[in-house]
Structures are given as C-alpha cells and as structure tokens.
C-alpha cells in the first residue's frame, strides 16, 4: 500500500478483463484462477470492495432475527451494519454508526428492546431506525435541526428460506433475481419453516475461495471423505443447477446402505420424490454453502477475515415436526457432519499452505468434476471488474445436451424443476 494507505495500482489488475482470461475462457480450457487471489492481502481489499460491499451476502440465518428488539451486528467488507426486526415484524438493517458523531451503536449481537442507543450521548433510535430521543441537545436550539433528518442510515436486508442476506449497494438486482430459479427449485421443503437446532463459529486458516470451492466439487470425494463416500457416492452427483448465482449438485439417492447415521431423523413430510431420496448442495455467491437433506439442514457462512483466514459459523436446522429431536435421534447427524468438517478443513487449509509456499500458476479445472468452480469463478470476475452490478450476468442454468459430463448416467430421480 501507498504510504496514504491506497491501494497501489498494481492491485487495480485485477478489474481489467484480461487478467481473468484464463477464467473467461471455456471450461475444456479453463484455469483456477491465479494463488494471489487466495493469498495476496491488496486482491483481498479490493475483493471485500468489490464483492462484499455490493454482492448479496448471507448474513445469519432467519431465525436468528425472528423477534422484535433481537439485534445482529455483521461485517460487510470493511462496513459494520445492525440486523433488526421493528415492533410490525419488519426486517430492518442500518450501518452500524450513529447519526451524532458516528459512533458504533453495537458490539455484537443483543437485545435492544425498543430503543438502539448510542453509547457515548444517549441518542435513541425506534427499531425502524428513527432518532426518537436527543438528551440535552436541545438545551440551546438549532434552528437547522429535525430529528426526522437523522434517521439511521439504512441497508438491504432480506430472508430468503432459512437464510438472512444483506447488501449495501442500492444498484445491486434484487434478491429474487440475484437467486434465479433456486426459491422455486426449493420450494418443496419450505425452509422457511425450519428452525435452528445448534450453531457454532469456528475458524479456518484458509481463504474463504478455497472452501467454497472444496464444498462445489467431488472431485476430492473418494480420498478426502471415505465415509461421506458411502451415502454420497461419486457415481450419484449430478447437477443442480438453473439461472442464478449459485452453483448446485445433488446426489440422488443418498445412501444408508453402508452408513445411515445422517438418516436417523425422520424426513420432513411431504417432499416429492425427488426430495425425498436425494441431498441438494448449493454454493450460493459469494459467502453460503447449503447442504438440504430430506430431515436436515446444514449450512456454512463463511465471513473472510484475511487472506488466509476464514470464520466459519455452521448451523444445523430441522423442520418443525423434528426441531425436538432428542440427543439419540440428532447426535449421529451432528457427529457425521463434524467428522466431515473436519476432513474439510484439513485439506483446504494444506491447500492454503500450498499456494502461500509454493505460488505456482493456476492449472487445469477438470471439465466433469470442476464445473460449479468456473461457473463460481467467472461469478467472481463479474464483481471484480463491473463498474456496478446493476447490469450483472446473472448465470443461466445447465445445458440438457450435456449429460455425458454431469454425471455416469442420467439422474434417475431429476428435479421436476430441470423434466
């Protein structure tokens, strides 16, 4: 950086098309993209400017924010902004800062009841982010002041499912559009019924990039995850995939054959068949990965701290008929997915120890397993060299002429949605 503290005009690059050639060009010869992007902390600046500044970006899960006066404070890039509902049930969000002198109203999470105060004058604010109460500020009076002028200044923020999203850029498309045919393709588990059952933050030496793109591909599959192997078996991935930011497989069926401790709960009534036998697995950009299985959910929000550093909250949700599961029914669902985790980690973060030691140049992506990377990646490039994103390419959905690639066969059990 400069000695201002600007980026220096190297790291501008990386908004020049050019740079991104070898993620433009088609997957039979595209690359991953080059180590700096995992490594370099000027690309990471510019990144969380480019992509968590204007991008959809999850932010908790719904219920998180279910009531009245419960307040969330997130990260978008370098911003700080407040979650709330108001005294109607509205979603409501605003940058962390008061309106008097900018100071940050809240830490962390915390229930507010019905004011958000500042801490250093007392200001107050409604849950909808009126000023509601000034102490002693008017002892002299301003003739320019109206509380009705200093409001919190607010933010998007909206539900889709189980999942909490935010955006601080007013031209980004709207959520819906940002997430193409997915409610639809979804529709039949109605998330938004599901409740949280347990949800705990780790962190991760690796970038955010890498375990993303871990949780896309199966190509690693049958070495990094032997057990996952069983009830997820390489030969049963297909894509899942329509017009959307996201990038989607689904293994149809999932197995208890060999392994059937992730079946233990019972499934959530009334799914169609396809729902019922398979497990959905969808990277929604930038920041949610989302496994859906016939009686569970679980997910991981990845927030980037660094580089090489990644806080990674994963929640696990239950439909309403099981959300009171005991211990014997949820405990092997748990240990599976931990033990599973766990391998996850492992290998990203020797994957983040290879690019920071070695830097060598981006290979090849493998045209039947890496699909959901380039289709990730040149998401990644839209944001990263888009003046806005008003105008952003929202990707279409899956070619059907291309079976020979998805999978070994044709899914037996597709999606009504891709008949």
Same mark, same amino acid.
């Given at each position: 950086?400069?000695?201002?503290?600007?980026l220096d005009a190297a790291a501008f690059t990386w908004q020049d098309d050019e740079t991104w050639a070898g993620t433009r060009a088609p997957l039979t010869q595209a690359t991953g993209l080059d180590p700096a992007a995992y490594t370099d902390n000027q690309y990471h600046q510019l990144e969380q400017q480019a992509v968590f500044e204007r991008a959809w970006v999850c932010v908790g899960i719904a219920d998180d924010v279910s009531e009245p006066g419960r307040m969330l404070v997130r990260k978008l890039g370098s911003r700080s902004i407040l979650i709330t509902r108001d005294n109607s049930g509205q979603l409501q969000g605003f940058l962390n800062s008061c309106r008097h002198r900018g100071t940050e109203l809240a830490e962390a999470d915390c229930d507010v009841a019905n004011t958000i105060r500042c801490p250093y004058h007392r200001w107050g604010y409604s849950l909808d982010g009126s000023l509601i109460a000034t102490p002693s500020f008017e002892e002299i009076p301003r003739d320019d002041f109206d509380t009705q002028d200093y409001g919190l200044i607010p933010v998007r923020v909206d539900t889709w499912g189980v999942l909490l999203f935010a955006c601080l850029d007013s031209s980004t498309p709207h959520l819906l559009e940002w997430l193409g045919d997915l409610p639809d393709r979804m529709a039949g588990y109605n998330l938004e019924s +599901? %409740?949280?059952?347990? *949800? *705990?933050?780790?962190? =991760?030496?690796?970038? +955010?990039?890498l375990i993303s793109e871990n949780f896309q591909e199966y190509y690693h599959l049958r070495w990094v995850h032997p057990e996952l192997s069983k009830v997820s078996r390489v030969d049963d991935h297909y894509r899942y995939q329509g017009a959307g930011m996201y990038c989607g497989q689904t293994t149809t069926p999932v197995s208890g054959e060999d392994r059937d401790d992730w079946l233990t709960l019972p499934a959530h009534p009334d799914l169609d068949q396809s729902d019922s036998v398979s497990g959905r697995f969808v990277a929604v950009f930038p920041n949610v990965l989302l496994s859906v299985l016939p009686n @569970?959910?679980?997910?991981? %929000?990845?927030?980037?701290?660094?580089?090489?550093v990644t806080s990674e909250t994963y929640t696990f949700l239950l439909p309403p008929e099981s959300a009171n599961a005991d211990e014997a029914a949820f405990g092997p669902t748990r240990k599976f997915w931990l033990e599973v985790n766990a391998e996850d980690i492992d290998i990203v973060e020797r994957g983040q120890r290879g690019l920071t030691a070695g830097r060598v140049s981006a290979g090849p992506?493998?045209? %039947?397993?890496?699909?959901?990377? @380039? %289709?990730? @990646?040149?998401?990644?490039?839209?944001?990263?060299?888009?003046?806005?994103?008003?105008? =952003?390419?929202i990707p279409p959905g899956d070619s059907r002429d291309e079976s020979s690639r998805l999978g070994t066969r044709p899914n037996p059990t597709p999606p009504s949605i891709d008949c």
């Open positions: 950086m400069s000695a201002s503290g600007d +599901w %409740r949280t059952r347990e *949800q *705990q933050t780790v962190s =991760i030496n690796a970038n +955010w990039k @569970h959910v679980f997910v991981m %929000r990845l927030d980037p701290v660094a580089p090489g992506l493998s045209p %039947r397993f890496e699909e959901p990377l @380039h %289709r990730f @990646h040149n998401m990644l490039a839209n944001c990263m060299t888009l003046p806005s994103l008003t105008d =952003i390419a």
